[in-house]
Nanobody, 124 residues
Framework: QVQLVESGGDMVQAGGSLRLSCAAS????????MGWFRQAPGQEREIAAT????????YYADSVKGRFTISRDNAKNTVYLQMNSLKPEDTAVYYC?????????????????WGQGTQVTVSS
């Protein structure tokens, strides 16, 4: 069983920055692929960024590429999402997810544990 707890969501103005954190339980965190997903009202949950077990490989959705950075600290069982140059269209609930059966994936279906989400609101 893996528990994920997100933090860092807030309301910011366009152009601002936020850093999301996701603390994970479990002794095998360093073997999991991890990801950040987001869901805006009335829309499907979509991938924002993913990171491999070692942190050596990352993936970003085109909509966030160049503005968001995903990273992880395996010693702290934590994954981060640094979000810069935020836009109103980034407004969503952001979810942290773990893919425990693979060390790296961009397939949402392979993420088997999810956090409760943290709200990010960007005003214009």
């Amino acid at each position: 069983q893996v528990q994920l707890v997100e933090s860092g969501g807030d309301m910011v103005q366009a152009g601002g920055s936020l850093r999301l954190s996701c603390a994970a339980s479990g002794r095998s965190f360093s073997s999991y692929g991890m990801g950040w997903f987001r869901q805006a009202p009335g829309q499907e949950r979509e991938i924002a960024a993913t990171i491999s077990w070692s942190g050596g490989t990352t993936y970003y959705a085109d909509s966030v590429k160049g503005r968001f950075t995903i990273s992880r600290d395996n010693a702290k069982n934590t994954v981060y999402l640094q979000m810069n140059s935020l836009k109103p269209e980034d407004t969503a609930v952001y979810y942290c997810a773990a893919a425990t059966r693979t060390g790296w994936t961009t397939l949402k279906a392979l993420y088997d544990y999810w956090g409760q989400g943290t709200q990010v609101t960007v005003s214009s």
